[in-house]
């Protein structure tokens, strides 16, 4: 059993849609959560970062986690061609630096 | 915007060649990493480095090699390129107190085709 798990989609949705987007894990150790954006032919860059459960609010952008049941969200208010990417999941893994990661979700918003 | 630069961004070689990936970070970040991604997969720790003179292998088994002479330079090598070695390499780099340690920040990848 894989220690994270994500969706790989396609998910396609037109513009303006609410985008829900999640990932979840095995660990319940597991303390620090981040969300990647990754577009074609670039590297990801950090869109998100939690720690606790909750959520979290950045512009359209906001991630959530449900550490009861081992899930972690991201949702995208009013969605936008430009969010157009690869949306990856990312859990640090215990006292040392290394992350793990989701196969990423394939997000298209439609004009 | 990261500073971190990686070259070539795209290589296609014959089989046996040896070629090297180069990393740079002009951060001053002490940890580095490269990672393997291929299409629909998560991506996959190959080798890390938490400082100069510091390697270690990642999850991911590897025929590669790396080296941290430098603190901004983190080339990834491989000796007889191969087939199954076609894939896309990210090089990234972390570094900071608190919260900010915890982020990574990636190049543009680099696209191997070994023919």
């Known amino acids: 059993q894989k220690e994270v798990e994500q969706d790989p989609g396609p998910l396609s949705v037109p513009e303006g849609a609410i985008v829900s987007l999640n990932c979840t894990y095995s660990?319940?150790?597991?303390?620090?959560f981040m969300w990647y954006r990754q577009y074609s032919r670039k590297g990801p860059e950090l869109l998100m970062y939690?720690?606790s459960s909750g959520n979290k609010e950045d512009g359209r952008f906001t991630a959530q986690v449900d550490k009861s049941s081992k899930y972690i969200s991201l949702f995208i208010r009013d969605s936008q061609p430009s969010d157009s990417a690869t949306y990856l999941c990312?859990?640090?893994?215990?006292?040392?630096?290394?992350?793990?990661w989701g196969a990423g979700t394939k997000l298209i918003i439609k004009p | 915007e990261a500073d971190i630069y990686q070259t070539p961004r795209y290589l296609v070689i014959g089989t046996g060649k040896k070629i090297t990936l180069e990393c740079s970070q002009t951060?001053?970040?002490?940890?580095m990493y490269w990672y393997q991604q291929d299409p629909g997969m998560e991506l996959h720790l190959i080798h890390y480095?938490?400082?100069?003179?510091?390697?270690e292998k990642g999850d991911l088994s590897s025929e590669s090699t790396v080296s941290r002479i430098r603190t901004e330079h983190f080339p990834l090598t491989l000796e007889s390129a191969r087939p199954s070695h076609t894939s896309q390499y990210l090089c990234?780099?972390?570094?900071?107190?608190?919260?900010?340690?915890?982020?990574?920040?990636f190049g543009p990848g680099t696209r191997l085709l070994v023919l």
């Open positions: 480095s938490y400082g100069v003179n510091s390697t």
């Open positions: 939690t720690y």
């Open positions: 990234a780099s972390s570094g900071g107190w608190g919260r900010a340690e915890e982020t990574q920040y």
């Open positions: 990312a859990i640090k893994k215990g006292s040392n630096y290394q992350l793990i």
């Open positions: 951060m001053g970040h002490d940890k």
């Open positions: 660990n319940s150790a597991f303390q620090y």
